[in-house]
């Protein structure tokens, strides 16, 4: 019977898993890129803002390691939902 709830919840949640767990992984990845793509954002903003060249290339840095981290969160959250 939990086999069956957890297979209709996937189904439902849109994601495609059949495990609670990749479910519930998936769902805290998504709120991870969404924090870490709203501080890649501001970081932007602080870029355009600041005078200093060595100090937006010390900001672009930042944010490009930000990016990076949300793309290897993006695949991890591919591979789950493949795995279905």
Same mark, same amino acid.
């Given at each position: 019977? %939990?086999?069956?709830?957890?297979?209709?919840?996937?189904?439902?949640s849109?994601?495609?898993? @059949?495990?609670? /767990?990749?479910?519930?992984? =998936?769902?805290?990845? &998504?709120?991870?890129i969404?924090?870490?793509?709203? @501080?890649?954002?501001?970081?932007q *903003?602080? =870029?355009?803002? #600041? *005078?200093?060249? %060595?100090?937006? $290339?010390? !900001? %672009?840095?930042? /944010?490009? *390691? =930000?990016?990076? &981290?949300?793309?290897? !969160? *993006?695949? #991890? $959250? #591919?591979?789950?939902?493949?795995?279905?």
């Amino acid at each position: 019977m %939990n086999a069956v709830y957890e297979h209709f919840a996937g189904a439902i949640s849109g994601f495609g898993t @059949h495990s609670h /767990a990749h479910t519930q992984r =998936i769902i805290e990845l &998504e709120a991870i890129i969404t924090k870490k793509a709203r @501080h890649a954002e501001s970081l932007q *903003k602080k =870029i355009r803002a #600041e *005078k200093q060249f %060595n100090k937006q $290339m010390e !900001l %672009n840095g930042e /944010a490009r *390691k =930000i990016k990076r &981290e949300i793309a290897e !969160l *993006k695949k #991890e $959250m #591919e591979r789950l939902k493949g795995e279905g």
